[in-house]
C-alpha cells in the first residue's frame, strides 16, 4: 500500500467519525487496527484535518500504552503479567523471550520484522498460568524453554533459519 | 460575576469577579506561591502550590480552582500547607538539574526563588531520570528539557497565545516531557521563533538564545567598527531591570553605557522606521490605486511573516514587501559605510538590541544575506544587553545622558510608536492622511487605534476613499483574523499585525513581565511620540534627503523584499 493509499485510508476514517476533535481517540484506534501501529503521516494528518497541532495528536498517542507508534510485528506475542502469572514467574518468560528477540531500549519489536512482544495484564486463565498468547491463541503453563520453542517453530514455518 | 466576601487567614476580604480564589488571596496581599498558574493563560492546577484550608472542613484544595463564594473562609499559610508546599518543591527539585550558578535563568527563576523562600536546603530524592538530549536548533532559543518542571505554562502560551501548538506534553507518568511532536528539534517545527514559551517558562528549560559571547568578541576586536542600532521598545523596557519604573525612557543612559562598553557608533532603529513608514505607505497607495491585493499586512514583524510562510503562503503576495525598519537600517548602513571601511580598513560590524528574539531568526533569512555574510552581523535582545550591562558593572543612574549619533539617530514621533501594538498602522495612516494639521493626528490618536484589544478596527477617510485598517496583536488572533477574511465576514485595506501582546513591548526579548508592565511601556512609547521634535515620517530632514539622494531605483532594489517568490 503507497502512501497515499494510507492516507486516503486514514482520511476516510477521519470522515467516519465527522471530523471532530473529540473523537480523536476513535480515529487513531481505528487507524491503528487499520495499519497495526501510527505514523508520523498519519497523526500529522489527523491533526490537520481536525483543526488540532500535531504535538497534540503526539501528546495523545503517547499517552496510552495501547498505542504503538512503530510498527508491530508479524506475529504478536503477549506475556500475561497479571498476578498468578507474575507469581508463578511470568518474568523469566518475558526476559527469555527479550533476549531471543535481541531487544534493546524501548523497542518491542525485532529488527526482521517478526515478532512483537508486549505484557497484557490479566487474560482470566488463571488456572492455566503463566501463559501467554501468540496472535491470539492462548498458550498455558509456559516456562522460559517451552516459550522459546514456539517461537522457533514459527521461525521455521515462515521459512526463517534460527 | 460572583460578588461577596470571603475570609482569608481571619480578614474579611471583598470579592468582585475575580475569577478564583488565588486572585482574590492575591489582591489581599499574600503572594501566594505557584508555578502552573499564570493570569494571562487558562488555569491548569497542576503544580498544587497554591493549595489553601478550609478553616471549616480542614479540607486542602487548590485556590487555582476553586471559584470564590460568599462567607468562604480559608486560611493559607497552616502547617499542613507548609508541608505540602516543602514536599512539593522537594520533588521538583528532585527531578530538575540545579545547576542554578551557571543557569542563564538564576535571579529570574521560579523554583529558585520558591525553593529559597521555603527554605528547602536538602533534597534527599536522588534523581534517577535519563539526560535528556538539548536542543540548540533554533535561532531564537535554547530548549533544556533537564530543568523542566512541567508546569505547562510554555504548552498554554503556544497553544492560547499564539496559536501554534507547537509544544506539548508527551509521554506519561515518570516519563512525561514537553517537546515538539515527533521528539523533533524546533528547528524541524513550524516553530514561528516568537520565544513567547521562554518569557513564560518558570524554570531555566526554555531560555533565549544567548549570544553575547559573539557581541564582546566583536565588541573588542580593533579590526571592527561596531556599529549598535536600538529598536523603539527597548527603551522602554530595559530600566526595569535597574530598577527604573515600566514604561521609562532611558535611551541616553543606554547609549551612553554602550559607548562605555567599547561600541563604536549608536543609532537608532527609529531611523529606519521612518524610511519604512514612507515606503509602506507609497505601497498602501499604490495598492489602493491598483485595486489590491488586499489586505496589505505589515511586514515588521518576522515571527508573524514566518507564520505566513509556515502555514498560508497564498497570503504571501499580501505582505508588504517593504523590508523591516531592522533590514533597512541594515541595507542603508551597507550602502553608507562600504566607503568607510575602505577608508580606514577595519569592517563593519552590525549590532541590533530588539525586544524580539524572532529578529535572531529574521537576521539569519537567506534573503537578509548577501556575499555570504548576514546584512545584520548580530541580534542580542533587550535582555542579553542588561547581562552586558551587569557584566561590566556600570550604574545607569550616575551616567552622563548622551543622545543617538548622528545621521542615523534622528526618528520622528511615528517611529517611535512602532514599538506598541498598533503603531506602524498609526504612521502610516499620518503618513497618508492628507490633512495635516495638529488636529488630524489628534484624531487618529483617539479613533481607537490605540488600545489592548487584540483586534481592534478603524476606518479613514483618505481622499475620498474609506480605508478600512485592523490591528491585531497575537497570532491567535491573527489566525482568527485572516479564517474572517477568508469567510468574507471581515474586508481590510490593511492589517497590522504583531505577533506578541502588546506589540514589540511586549517581545520575548524584554524583562519579564505581565500585561500591566506591557501597557505601561505602551505608553511610555506614546509619552516619547508626544514629546518628538516631529511626529510625521516624512518630517525628518536626514531621512527625506537621504532617499532623495539614494534615487527610487536604489529604494527599490534595497528597502523591499519578496518572501516566498522568486523575482
Redesign the interface.
Given at each position: 500500500m503507497s502512501m497515499n493509499q494510507r492516507l486516503a485510508r486514514v482520511s476516510e476514517i477521519i470522515d467516519a467519525h465527522g471530523a471532530q476533535p473529540s473523537q480523536l481517540i476513535a480515529i487513531l484506534q481505528d487507524t491503528q487496527s487499520a495499519f497495526n501501529y501510527l505514523s508520523?503521516e498519519d497523526?500529522?494528518l489527523i491533526?490537520q484535518r481536525l483543526g488540532?497541532?500535531?504535538?497534540?495528536?503526539?501528546?495523545v498517542a503517547?499517552?496510552?500504552?495501547n498505542f504503538s507508534l512503530e510498527p508491530k510485528g508479524k506475529h504478536i506475542i503477549r506475556v500475561c503479567d497479571g498476578t498468578a502469572c507474575h507469581v508463578r514467574k511470568s518474568q523469566p518468560i518475558y526476559d527469555a523471550i527479550h533476549d531471543y528477540m535481541h531487544l534493546t531500549g524501548k523497542r518491542k519489536t525485532d529488527a526482521d520484522g517478526l515478532f512483537t512482544l508486549e505484557t497484557v495484564a490479566c487474560l482470566g486463565a488463571c488456572g492455566l498460568s503463566p501463559v501467554l498468547t501468540i496472535d491470539g491463541e492462548v498458550h498455558a503453563k509456559m516456562t522460559p524453554d517451552s516459550a522459546l520453542a514456539l517461537l522457533d517453530t514459527i521461525r521455521k514455518e515462515e521459512g526463517l533459519a534460527k | 460575576m460572583a460578588k461577596g466576601i470571603m475570609i482569608i487567614d481571619g480578614v474579611r476580604v471583598p470579592f468582585d469577579g475575580e475569577k478564583n480564589v488565588l486572585a482574590v488571596v492575591r489582591k489581599a496581599g499574600i503572594d501566594i506561591p505557584t508555578f502552573c498558574y499564570y493570569s494571562d493563560l487558562s488555569v491548569y492546577g497542576a503544580c498544587r502550590m497554591c493549595m489553601v484550608e478550609d478553616t471549616k472542613t480542614g479540607k486542602i484544595e487548590a485556590s487555582c480552582s476553586m471559584e470564590p463564594r460568599d462567607g468562604m473562609s480559608i486560611r493559607t499559610n497552616t502547617a499542613k500547607l507548609l508541608k505540602h508546599r516543602r514536599m512539593i518543591l522537594e520533588l521538583l527539585l528532585a527531578s530538575h538539574d540545579c545547576s542554578c550558578t551557571n543557569c542563564a535563568k538564576s535571579g529570574n527563576c521560579r523554583l529558585q526563588e520558591l525553593a529559597q523562600r521555603f527554605g528547602v536546603r536538602h533534597v534527599r530524592f536522588p534523581d534517577t531520570r535519563p539526560r535528556y538530549e538539548m536542543d540548540y536548533s533554533s535561532h531564537a532559543i535554547f530548549r533544556d528539557p533537564n530543568k523542566c518542571i512541567l508546569c505547562g505554562d510554555c504548552v498554554r502560551v503556544c497553544e492560547e497565545k499564539q496559536g501554534q501548538g507547537i509544544l506539548d506534553f508527551a509521554g506519561r507518568g515518570s516519563e512525561l516531557q514537553v517537546m515538539p511532536a515527533f521528539d523533533k528539534k524546533l528547528s524541524e517545527t513550524k516553530c514561528v521563533s516568537c520565544g513567547q514559551c521562554a518569557a513564560v517558562c518558570t524554570t531555566g528549560a526554555i531560555t533565549v538564545n544567548d549570544q553575547i559571547g559573539t557581541a564582546w568578541r566583536a565588541i573588542h576586536d580593533p579590526q571592527k567598527r561596531v556599529v549598535v542600532q536600538i529598536a523603539p521598545a527597548v527603551r522602554v523596557a530595559i530600566g526595569e531591570e535597574f530598577g527604573y519604573a515600566p514604561g521609562e525612557n532611558i535611551l541616553d543612559r543606554i547609549v551612553s553605557a554602550l559607548k562605555i562598553m567599547g561600541v563604536d557608533e549608536v543609532y537608532d532603529t527609529n531611523f529606519a522606521a521612518d524610511i519604512t513608514t514612507i515606503t509602506e505607505a507609497e505601497e498602501f497607495l499604490q495598492r489602493l490605486q491598483a485595486g489590491g491585493p488586499f489586505p496589505m499586512f505589515t511586514s515588521c514583524c518576522p515571527a508573524w511573516v514566518k507564520y505566513l510562510e509556515l502555514n498560508d503562503p497564498k497570503y504571501l503576495k499580501n505582505i508588504s514587501t517593504c523590508k523591516s525598519p531592522m533590514e533597512m537600517f541594515a541595507s542603508v548602513l551597507k550602502e553608507k559605510y562600504a566607503e568607510k571601511d575602505a577608508a580606514d580598513s577595519r569592517t563593519t560590524y552590525h549590532i541590533a538590541i530588539m525586544p524580539c528574539t524572532a529578529k535572531k531568526m529574521e537576521a539569519a533569512r537567506d534573503e537578509f544575506f548577501h556575499n555570504g555574510t548576514p546584512d545584520v552581523d548580530l541580534v542580542l535582545t533587550t535582555r542579553e544587553l542588561v547581562d552586558m550591562i551587569r557584566e561590566t558593572g556600570i550604574h545607569l543612574d550616575e551616567l552622563e545622558l548622551e543622545s543617538p549619533d548622528l545621521p542615523f539617530g534622528l526618528g520622528s514621533g511615528a517611529a517611535v510608536i512602532y514599538g506598541v501594538t498598533g503603531g506602524v498602522a498609526e504612521s502610516v495612516v499620518r503618513h497618508c492622511l492628507p490633512d495635516k494639521t495638529k488636529n488630524a493626528l489628534r484624531q487618529v490618536r483617539v479613533s481607537g487605534i490605540r488600545g489592548d484589544e487584540p483586534i481592534r478596527e478603524v476606518t479613514y477617510d483618505v481622499g475620498g476613499t474609506e480605508i478600512k485598517i485592523a490591528v491585531v496583536n497575537g497570532l491567535v488572533h491573527a489566525k482568527e483574523l485572516i479564517a474572517d477574511v477568508e469567510a468574507g465576514k471581515r474586508f481590510y485595506h490593511l492589517v497590522e499585525v504583531m505577533s506578541c501582546q502588546g506589540g514589540c513591548v511586549g517581545g520575548a526579548g524584554q524583562p519579564y513581565g505581565l500585561t500591566a508592565a506591557k501597557r505601561e511601556r505602551g505608553k511610555g512609547l506614546y509619552a516619547a511620540d508626544a514629546s518628538a521634535l516631529f511626529k510625521r515620517a516624512e518630517k525628518n530632514p536626514v531621512v527625506t534627503a537621504m532617499l532623495a539622494d539614494f534615487g527610487p531605483q536604489w529604494c527599490h532594489d534595497h528597502l523591499h523584499v519578496h518572501y516566498g517568490t522568486e523575482e
Open positions: 508520523q497523526m500529522t491533526a488540532i497541532s500535531t504535538a497534540k495528536v503526539y501528546s503517547t499517552f496510552y500504552e | -
